[in-house]
């Protein structure tokens, strides 16, 4: 096991009925803006929950913050927030909302020229607002880690940024939020989580016992719940366990002390700017081919998720890693996703361009072993094209 270090000062307040939390945990003598997305929290009665937790605060709301969160809408919240003296945020929705204010807290006391440099040219951030949120979607681990992915619409580019005080101080994890998500977020959902434990768990083996057991217990609830919570959407219990699961998939615990992926989530990101898909579903769409392509020197860990998360059996080690890959695409099209770009429509194109701006962004060594070259690449995406 590598040495590490840990830290994770988000609060959480799991459960149902937890939102009214928000009311002591955000003291009264802040100035509030309550962030929140395209409406969905209008229309189920989240953001009247939140308001009525507020009545004693004084607080404005900004709408609107799509999913991929753009640059050009967060500085409008930017501008309201200095406007008018905004001192705290509180994100509503899903991890594009969360992330949004991620980078708005970054952006209001920032003193560069232009806020989208501390994103591209990770320009110095010394002060940050402090942020919480709602969580309404579970997915993407934002509500408790300190990353978020902001989209620059005009560049056509989506990038990831990360700085150590934007942990949210405290996050509501209610499931009956997530209630009335449509089944497509459901699967995006699940997909997502699933491949964050993925990213950090098929790597190499680094006798990280704790870790292992702990990423193959997420993935095997993932397996379990998912087809239950799009199956029955207003089950209590598989709606817990997947934001609970979703949470530990990307708070920071399973990664300490282990080698790291990312290279599907690094590719992901470039599908997703060169044609808008949604997250979750570029990663279904790579990480099969990924991890063939990849076989060899993932050989260990694919074997191991073969026998522990799959149960596979089969005798013959090369067999036994197919059947677990081949599972892994077949659960991704079963929460309603494509695993390939082919089943996507997508043009052959895209084999030569993606690398090529992978590379602009200075991506070039991806992966546990920085092995994920341009080249690499380009076999993955001719992979996934079938
Ligand atoms: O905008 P509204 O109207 O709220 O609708 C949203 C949106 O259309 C809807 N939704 C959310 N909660 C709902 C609901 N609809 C009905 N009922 C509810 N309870 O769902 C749609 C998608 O929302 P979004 O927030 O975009 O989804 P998700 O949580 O999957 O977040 C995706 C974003 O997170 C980034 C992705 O790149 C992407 O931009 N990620 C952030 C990470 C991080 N900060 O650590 C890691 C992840 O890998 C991921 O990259
Ligand atoms: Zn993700």
Not at 267 to 286: K, P
Request: glycine residues 8%; aromatic residues 8%; charged residues 20%.
């Amino acid at each position: 096991m590598h040495l590490f270090s840990y830290h994770n000062p988000t609060t959480l307040f799991f459960g149902k009925g937890q939102i009214i939390a928000v009311r002591r945990a955000i003291p009264e003598k802040h100035k509030v803006l309550v962030l929140y997305g395209g409406g969905s929290v209008k229309k189920n009665s989240v953001l009247d929950q939140v308001r009525a937790a507020l009545n004693k605060h004084t607080f404005l709301e900004f709408g609107g913050i799509e999913p991929n969160p753009s640059y050009e809408t967060l500085m409008g919240a930017v501008e309201l927030a200095k406007r008018e003296g905004i001192d705290y945020l509180l994100a509503v929705g899903g991890g594009s909302v969360i992330d949004g204010a991620k980078f708005i807290a970054a952006a209001i006391p920032f003193e560069g020229k232009d806020a989208w440099d501390i994103v591209e040219k990770h320009a110095p951030v010394t002060k940050v607002l402090p942020l919480s949120c709602v969580l309404t979607l579970p997915a993407a681990g934002s509500e408790s880690n300190n990353g978020a992915v902001i989209s620059h619409t005009a560049k056509g580019v989506k990038l990831p940024f990360f700085h150590p005080q934007l942990y949210p101080v405290f996050a509501v994890l209610d499931p009956t939020t997530t209630y009335t998500l449509p089944l497509k977020q459901i699967g995006n959902g699940v997909v997502d989580a699933f491949v964050h434990v993925a990213e950090q768990y098929l790597t190499a083996p680094a006798q990280a016992f704790v870790q292992d057991y702990y990423a193959e217990g997420l993935l095997k609830t993932l397996l379990e719940i998912g087809p239950q919570t799009l199956q029955h959407p207003l089950d209590y219990e598989a709606r817990a366990n997947f934001m609970w699961a979703a949470n530990q998939a990307l708070n920071g615990l399973i990664g300490v002390g282990v080698p790291q992926d990312w290279s599907t989530h690094m590719i992901g990101h470039e599908l997703t700017a060169m044609y808008g898909f949604d997250h979750a579903q570029t990663l279904a769409a790579i990480l099969p081919h990924n991890l063939r392509v990849r076989r060899k020197s993932k050989r260990a860990k694919l074997l191991q998720y073969a026998r522990r998360v799959w149960n596979i059996t089969e005798s013959d080690e090369e067999k036994a890693i197919d059947m677990a890959i081949n599972k892994t695409a077949a659960f991704f099209e079963a929460m309603g996703l494509k695993s390939s770009l082919a089943k996507l429509g997508v043009e052959r194109d895209v084999i030569e361009k993606l690398p090529v701006r992978l590379q602009e962004h200075g991506l070039t060594a991806l992966g546990e072993h920085g092995e994920v070259t341009p080249v690499v690449v380009k076999q993955i995406l001719t992979a996934s094209m079938g």
